[in-house]
């Protein structure tokens, strides 16, 4: 693996039919995300805007009887970097007009 696939620069400075391939794995992770993570991510969108980018969020959080479980709140930021990734990707595509639709 690439340690740098989470730079959006050097993504974008890719050859197009290299970036057109990271697109498609983004665009096919977002495609199969369950109902959940969608609903997830529309219900904690509002506490995510709180949140710099570069905020880590913990994947567990204690509830209120002080047991760990699953932050929803990292599950919805995942989500919100996938679209944010394929977005970028998708715009920098539309920049070089010889990609094939």
Same mark, same amino acid.
């Given at each position: ?7 959006? %620069? @050097? ?6 039919? #290299?970036?057109?391939?990271? $697109?498609?794995? *983004?665009?096919?992770?977002?495609? *199969?995300?369950? %109902?959940?993570?969608?609903?997830? &991510?529309? *219900? &904690?969108?509002? +506490?995510?805007?709180? &949140?710099?980018?570069? =905020? /880590? /969020? ?8 002080? /047991? &760990? #479980?699953?932050?929803?709140? @990292? #599950? ?6 996938? /679209? $944010?990734?394929? +977005?970028?990707?998708? =715009?920098?595509? %539309?920049?070089?007009?010889? *990609?094939?639709?």
């Amino acid at each position: 693996m690439n340690p740098n696939n989470n730079n959006l %620069d @050097y993504l974008l400075k890719l050859p197009t039919p #290299r970036l057109l391939k990271v $697109f498609r794995v *983004v665009s096919g992770q977002l495609s *199969v995300l369950h %109902d959940w993570d969608w609903n997830a &991510y529309e *219900v &904690y969108k509002k +506490d995510l805007e709180g &949140y710099p980018e570069t =905020a /880590i /969020i913990p994947k567990q959080a204690l509830n209120e009887l002080g /047991i &760990y #479980r699953p932050n929803p709140l @990292y #599950r919805a930021s995942q989500v919100r970097d996938l /679209i $944010f990734l394929r +977005d970028n990707l998708k =715009a920098e595509l %539309d920049k070089r007009e010889h *990609v094939p639709r």
